[in-house]
């Protein structure tokens, strides 16, 4: 049996019905602040932000406010603050991991003080003594260019590049003490706060312990 034209253009708009697009408004607010529903959005609302509805009135999308300079600023300002609290946080449980992993109790950590300034104390020892035998010999060298010089000699041009020579290193381990000596105030005061963040840690367990330990009856 052959189907009608008839029927066939029927069957055709019942299943070609659900495939037609739907109809979408716009709804945004006016400049003295009413709600307006339109099939369109006018250039100079769209900055206020808007939103596209079906015709039932549900939301398919919505387009927020175009934010002002002092609004971008103010943003980016927001933006950068939690990004850098975010990284201080990040620091933070680098750090407690750290002193988790390497320490059982804040006697480890004055031990480890103990142990890290002595071993830069001795090191100041050896180059003060490097810088005292760089003296000496300066003083000897020294000595022996004003001999000639009395015996009216020229002083070897060696004698004199040697001088010059030690007296640069004077200088570079003169340095190189003081930066020792500054480490020394750095590394205690690095310990000290590793001793203080622990204690803090170990106080927070404690009281976490507590809290979770059952009641006794």
């Not at 034209?5 to 945004?28: D, H, I, N, Q």
């Not at 002002?68 to 946080?89: F, G, I, N, P, Q």
């Not at 071993?119 to 050896?126: G, N």
């Not at 002083?155 to 020579?165: D, F, G, H, I």
Request: without cysteine.
């Amino acid at each position: 049996m052959t189907a009608s034209p008839w029927f066939l253009s029927v069957m055709l708009m019942l299943v070609g019905a659900p495939l037609l697009a739907e109809t979408l408004y716009y709804r945004y607010p006016s400049t003295n602040g009413t709600v307006v529903i339109d099939s369109s959005v006018p250039p100079d609302a769209v900055p206020r932000g808007y939103d596209v509805i079906r015709i039932d009135g549900s939301v398919v999308k919505t387009v927020p406010p175009r934010l002002s300079e002092a609004e971008l600023k103010a943003r980016a300002l927001e933006l950068e603050v939690a990004a850098a609290r975010a990284e201080a946080d990040a620091k933070t449980r680098k750090w407690d991991e750290s002193l988790l992993l390497r320490y059982s109790s804040v006697q480890d950590i004055e031990v480890a003080k103990v142990r890290a300034l002595n071993d830069i104390k001795v090191r100041i020892s050896i180059l003060k003594s490097n810088l005292s035998t760089i003296k000496q010999q300066i003083l000897k060298n020294q000595s022996e260019a004003a001999e000639l010089e009395r015996r009216g000699q020229d002083v070897p041009e060696a004698l004199m590049e040697t001088l010059a020579s030690l007296r640069r290193e004077v200088t570079t381990t003169e340095q190189h003490i003081n930066s020792r000596t500054l480490e020394l105030d750095s590394v205690a005061n690095n310990y000290e706060r590793d001793k203080a963040r622990f204690a803090h840690l170990q106080e927070q367990v404690e009281k976490r312990m507590q809290y979770y330990a059952p009641h006794n009856k």
